[in-house]
């Protein structure tokens, strides 16, 4: 059956007006530009917000709330004690700069980190290059050096300082061989490097594991190929291994430098700073100004410093990969 539409008394033709549906504005959506409001889109990256919000609230509440509150206690002096908190301004800046003993302390801990650095990387790798070859035992031996790792920092550290005393296992495994060993811990000569070899070996199959990992991903094409062009050990190591492996050295790197400047519990146990200051680093002068003598805001002022040093040392070594890890140029 034909449909007749109504005719224009003006033009006489015959008036068609689309047929719409939805809404009477004919759009199909809640948006004034006739998209719909919930889109693909926008439901993903509700998701994805959802997501990251525990993450991003524990950062809020964890670090950078924390840090603003650090940075406000170093213009305060806050004596709970007395129950005072009064605003000092750059005080506790000026007694930073004046202080006789910081310089010492940076020192100590210049050579904590610099020995904790050096001896920790180079163990791990060797250690990492021994036990990837294809050798009976190698599964054992990882799991003996990766286990320090796991086990409780506070316990590892008593069980090393009675082994460290003067009349500890350390001097009666040296004194079996007719050698008179040090007070390890009371020495001002070995109490640093007792407490770096300690840590040495708490930390070292972290590493261990993670050089372990990269190696692994080394393609064994390319050590034959220069076995071929008559490359040794030592050139294949430096032209090969290193290069490749160049971004895992970076970051473990990074973290032992950072785990170096916050180590406390290892000084606290085993020498408490002594003797006299020379295992004084400066989370520990820090714990000391702020909980022992209760300079809460100077105590602010070292950590502000001490997030300083981290930051810097932070910055330079990732800011030196491009030099030396492969692939960021």
């Given at each position: 059956?034909?449909?007749?539409?109504?005719r224009?008394?003006?033009?006489?033709?015959?008036?068609?007006?689309?047929?719409?549906?939805?809404?009477?504005?004919?759009?199909?959506?809640?948006?004034?530009?006739?998209?719909?409001?919930?889109t693909?889109?926008?439901?993903?990256?509700?998701?994805?917000?959802?997501?990251?919000?525990?993450?991003?609230?524990?950062?809020?509440?964890?670090?950078?709330?924390?840090?603003?509150?650090?940075?406000?206690?170093?213009?305060h002096?806050?004596?709970?004690?007395?129950?005072?908190?009064?605003?000092?301004?750059?005080?506790?800046?000026?007694?930073?700069?004046?202080?006789?003993?910081?310089?010492?302390?940076?020192?100590?801990?210049?050579?904590?980190?610099?020995?904790?650095?050096?001896?920790?990387?180079?163990?791990?790798?060797?250690?990492?290059?021994?036990?990837?070859?294809?050798?009976?035992?190698?599964?054992?031996?990882?799991?003996?050096?990766?286990?320090?790792?796991?086990?409780s920092?506070?316990?590892?550290?008593?069980?090393?300082?009675?082994?460290?005393?003067?009349?500890?296992?350390?001097?009666?495994?040296?004194?079996?061989?007719?050698?008179?060993?040090?007070?390890?811990?009371?020495g001002?000569?070995?109490?640093?490097?007792?407490?770096?070899?300690?840590?040495?070996?708490?930390?070292?199959?972290?590493?261990?594991?993670?050089?372990?990992?990269?190696?692994?991903?080394?393609?064994?094409?390319?050590?034959?190929?220069?076995?071929?062009?008559?490359?040794g050990?030592?050139?294949?190591?430096?032209?090969?291994?290193?290069?490749l492996?160049?971004?895992?050295?970076?970051?473990?790197?990074?973290?032992?430098?950072?785990?170096s400047?916050?180590?406390?519990?290892?000084?606290?146990?085993?020498?408490?700073?002594g003797?006299?200051?020379?295992?004084?680093?400066?989370?520990?002068?820090?714990?000391?100004q702020?909980?022992?003598?209760?300079?809460?805001?100077?105590?602010?002022?070292l950590?502000?410093?001490?997030?300083?040093?981290?930051?810097?040392?932070?910055?330079?070594?990732w800011?030196?990969?491009?030099?030396?890890?492969?692939?960021?140029?």
């Open positions: 059956m034909a449909v007749s539409h109504p224009s008394a003006v033009t006489g033709r015959a008036d068609v007006r689309p047929v719409t549906r939805g809404n009477a504005t004919g759009r199909t959506g809640g948006t004034g530009s006739g998209r719909p409001l919930w693909v889109r926008r439901r993903d990256n509700l998701v994805g917000y959802l997501l990251i919000t525990p993450q991003l609230l524990g950062s809020v509440l964890f670090v950078l709330l924390p840090l603003g509150l650090v940075l406000w206690y170093s213009l002096e806050w004596n709970v004690l007395a129950g005072t908190f009064e605003f000092v301004g750059t005080e506790n800046y000026d007694r930073l700069l004046a202080d006789a003993n910081l310089r010492e302390v940076l020192a100590g801990t210049a050579v904590f980190s610099a020995g904790l650095v050096v001896f920790n990387l180079a163990l791990a790798l060797l250690l990492a290059i021994l036990l990837n070859q294809r050798l009976r035992g190698t599964t054992f031996f990882r799991t003996v050096f990766f286990s320090p790792v796991v086990v920092l506070v316990a590892w550290t008593i069980v090393w300082q009675f082994l460290l005393q003067d009349d500890g296992g350390v001097n009666g495994l040296l004194g079996a061989a007719g050698v008179d060993g040090p007070n390890w811990l009371r001002e000569g070995t109490a640093m490097s007792a407490v770096i070899v300690v840590q040495v070996l708490k930390n070292v199959g972290l590493n261990m594991v993670l050089f372990l990992a990269a190696l692994q991903g080394v393609p064994a094409q390319l050590y034959e190929a220069a076995a071929l062009d008559g490359a050990a030592w050139t294949r190591f430096r032209r090969i291994t290193v290069p492996i160049s971004p895992t050295i970076l970051l473990t790197s990074i973290i032992t430098v950072v785990g400047l916050q180590v406390f519990a290892q000084i606290a146990v085993l020498t408490q700073g003797p006299g200051m020379s295992t004084t680093v400066l989370v520990y002068y820090l714990y000391q702020a909980f022992q003598f209760h300079h809460f805001g100077y105590g602010a002022t950590s502000v410093l001490l997030f300083a040093i981290v930051a810097l040392l932070t910055v330079v070594q800011r030196m990969r491009r030099k030396w890890v492969i692939d960021e140029t």
